[in-house]
């Protein structure tokens, strides 16, 4: 749900029954716990049946109670702090495997991503880029190591990319000034949202560039200006998150880009190896 969670209750409340009005009480109080909550266990809490408890998310508009745990997941994400995460995800882990805990989780991240990302955005992304003018990536906090992965394998194919660099606000409108029209900003955004890169977003859109958005939903505040809006599942891993979901979207892209570029990509890639082997780059074979 695009709402916020808590006002989307709270407009809700005045058709609720008593027991739906102790479910809407305890989340409204409580979220960061209930979002990890079976509906057994919260309906157990509040004296109310499970089956109440699903009512309440129908009530909610959601398909169920999952989706609505989805829903409260989400909603923490981009409000718990770092030490607040760092507690939870110790609870949730308890006694169990670290590593399998951790690596299945991601995997399951993978195979809800290939289920949400749209193919016409993806493929409509890879297009723009193979023609753009210029192309900007930006990305900031956690998402910067993804936006300058992305660049990497970029700068291998393209000789016009920019890789926005977000060390203060001033200097991001700066590299800024010159997009338009016939460019593509790919920006890539994960809670807890940075403000900067909404207004970089903001900005580039006003001047008529194309925007490709890689973010975790479309309640996400850059999907609101995206030409193409590309979803990947991305969920709390301690105080950092996991990544790992939106990286593949970006190797995805990076071999989309590159078989579009066939034969021109075969001979630039032929000289940077002559460049690299006979300036010794990488150790010998």
Same mark, same amino acid.
């Given at each position: 749900?695009?709402?916020?969670?808590?006002?989307?209750?709270?407009?809700?409340?005045?058709?609720?029954?008593?027991?739906?009005?102790?479910?809407?009480?305890?989340?409204?109080?409580?979220?960061?716990?209930?979002?990890?909550?079976?509906?057994?266990?919260?309906?157990?809490?509040?004296?109310?049946?499970?089956?109440?408890?699903?009512?309440?998310?129908?009530?909610?508009?959601?398909?169920?109670?999952?989706?609505?745990?989805?829903?409260?997941?989400?909603?923490?994400? =981009?409000?718990? =702090?770092?030490?607040?995460?760092?507690?939870?995800?110790?609870?949730?882990i308890?006694?169990?495997?670290?590593?399998?805990?951790?690596?299945?989780?991601?995997?399951?991240?993978?195979?809800?991503?290939?289920?949400l990302?749209?193919?016409?955005?993806?493929?409509?992304?890879?297009?723009?880029?193979?023609?753009?003018?210029?192309?900007?990536?930006?990305?900031?906090?956690?998402?910067?190591?993804?936006?300058?992965?992305?660049?990497?394998?970029?700068?291998?194919?393209?000789?016009?990319?920019?890789?926005?660099? /977000?060390?203060?606000?001033?200097?991001?409108?700066?590299?800024?000034?010159?997009?338009?029209?016939?460019?593509?900003?790919?920006?890539?955004?994960?809670?807890?949202?940075?403000?900067?890169?909404?207004?970089?977003v903001?900005?580039?859109?006003?001047?008529?560039?194309?925007?490709?958005?890689? /973010?975790?939903?479309?309640?996400?505040?850059?999907?609101?200006?995206?030409?193409?809006?590309?979803?990947?599942?991305?969920?709390?891993?301690?105080?950092?998150?996991?990544?790992?979901?939106p990286?593949?979207?970006i190797?995805?892209?990076?071999?989309?880009v590159?078989k579009?570029?066939?034969?021109?990509?075969?001979?630039?890639?032929?000289?940077?190896?002559?460049?690299?082997?006979?300036?010794?780059?990488?150790?010998?074979?």
């Open positions: 749900m695009e709402q916020d969670l808590l006002k989307l209750i709270e407009s809700k409340k005045p058709g609720f029954s008593k027991g739906q009005k102790r479910i809407a009480a305890y989340i409204s109080e409580n979220y960061d716990k209930a979002a990890y909550m079976t509906a057994a266990k919260l309906g157990s809490l509040v004296d109310v049946s499970e089956s109440t408890v699903v009512r309440f998310a129908n009530v909610l508009g959601f398909e169920g109670y999952p989706e609505l745990q989805q829903a409260m997941k989400a909603y923490i994400r =981009t409000r718990l =702090t770092s030490f607040q995460r760092v507690e939870i995800t110790n609870k949730l308890g006694d169990a495997d670290i590593l399998d805990k951790v690596l299945l989780s991601d995997i399951d991240k993978i195979k809800h991503t290939l289920e990302v749209d193919r016409k955005s993806f493929n409509a992304a890879v297009e723009k880029i193979v023609s753009a003018r210029k192309i900007y990536v930006i990305g900031m906090r956690s998402a910067s190591s993804l936006a300058g992965f992305l660049t990497f394998g970029f700068r291998m194919m393209f000789d016009n990319v920019r890789f926005v660099q /977000t060390t203060s606000g001033s200097e991001i409108f700066e590299q800024l000034m010159d997009i338009g029209e016939e460019d593509v900003m790919l920006a890539i955004s994960f809670p807890r949202y940075s403000k900067r890169i909404i207004d970089a903001r900005y580039a859109k006003q001047a008529g560039a194309d925007i490709v958005a890689l /973010t975790d939903g479309e309640g996400a505040p850059i999907a609101a200006h995206a030409d193409q809006l590309l979803i990947a599942q991305s969920d709390m891993a301690s105080f950092v998150d996991s990544l790992v979901a990286l593949s979207i190797n995805a892209i990076i071999v989309a590159a579009e570029k066939g034969d021109e990509l075969a001979q630039r890639l032929r000289r940077l190896e002559n460049i690299w082997e006979e300036y010794d780059v990488y150790a010998g074979k």
